[in-house]
């Protein structure tokens, strides 16, 4: 069984571009959790989705930043004209039911991005 | 709210001596514990949970912890470090206010030398 899978692994873009990070939950899991780690920082939450549901997305940026899970394929998450203070490393998490207790998240590899 | 902070950012151990990660927690009920590793450029991996159970907890590759509630701690111990274990490490609370959104402690780095 596969694990959490992200692609990029690594992503580069300029000021004013637009950023899709990808991820593809384990086969069975309906959850998915974006988290943002800033350099020398935490991980911080951003969002929870479930297919075609936002649940919670009080971790987001108010402005530029989007997240999807559709019905087939990855979650997306989608930042508009990046700036500089958006590079960090973008995790995401899955679970089989909502994460709580005992259930646990699994998380992928990271996406790094980097804006010039 | 909960929330979880870890005493030290970074600590350095001799390969073979004992590893001690501190961790306090604030939460308003009985908290979901975890410690998560995260080696460079990976994602993360759980190492141990309490959730209620036995106070100590056993994890993976050697480590444990400790659950103490009149302390509110949440220490994590090896008895003898691995070169391997050079990594940074994270207390994290499960919020269970809610779903169980989890919160992060700002890590800590290990350093493990020869």
């Known amino acids: 069984n596969a694990g959490v899978m992200q692609n990029p692994r690594h992503l580069v873009r300029r000021r004013g571009q637009e950023a899709r990070l990808r991820c593809s939950p384990m086969k069975g899991h309906s959850h998915v959790y974006w988290y943002r780690q800033l350099p020398e920082e935490g991980l911080k939450f951003m969002v929870y989705?479930?297919?075609?549901?936002?649940?919670?997305e009080s971790g987001m940026p108010k402005e530029r930043f989007s997240a999807e899970f559709p019905k087939e394929g990855p979650s997306i998450l989608r930042i508009q004209q990046v700036v500089r203070g958006d590079s960090a490393a973008y995790f995401c998490?899955?679970?089989?039911?909502?994460?709580?207790?005992?259930?646990?998240?699994?998380f992928g590899p990271g996406t790094r991005l980097t804006v010039l | 709210a909960q929330s979880v902070t870890q005493l030290d950012s970074h600590v350095s151990v001799s390969e073979g001596t004992p590893v001690l990660l501190r961790c306090n927690y604030s939460?308003?009920?009985?908290?979901?514990l975890f410690w998560y590793v995260q080696h460079p450029n990976k994602g993360l991996q759980l190492l141990l949970k309490y959730t209620s159970a036995a106070t100590l907890v056993k994890g993976i590759n050697g480590f444990e912890a400790e659950f103490k509630k009149s302390e509110t701690s949440f220490h994590l111990t090896k008895p003898s470090a691995h070169m391997s274990d050079a990594a940074e490490y994270f207390c994290v609370v499960s919020d269970t206010d809610s779903w169980g959104k989890l919160q992060f402690g700002a890590g800590t780095q290990v350093v493990v030398t020869p």
């Open positions: 989705l479930q297919k075609e549901n936002i649940i919670d």
């Open positions: 998490a899955s679970s089989p039911s909502p994460s709580g207790g005992a259930i646990e998240q699994f």
């Open positions: 939460s308003s009920y009985s908290p979901s």
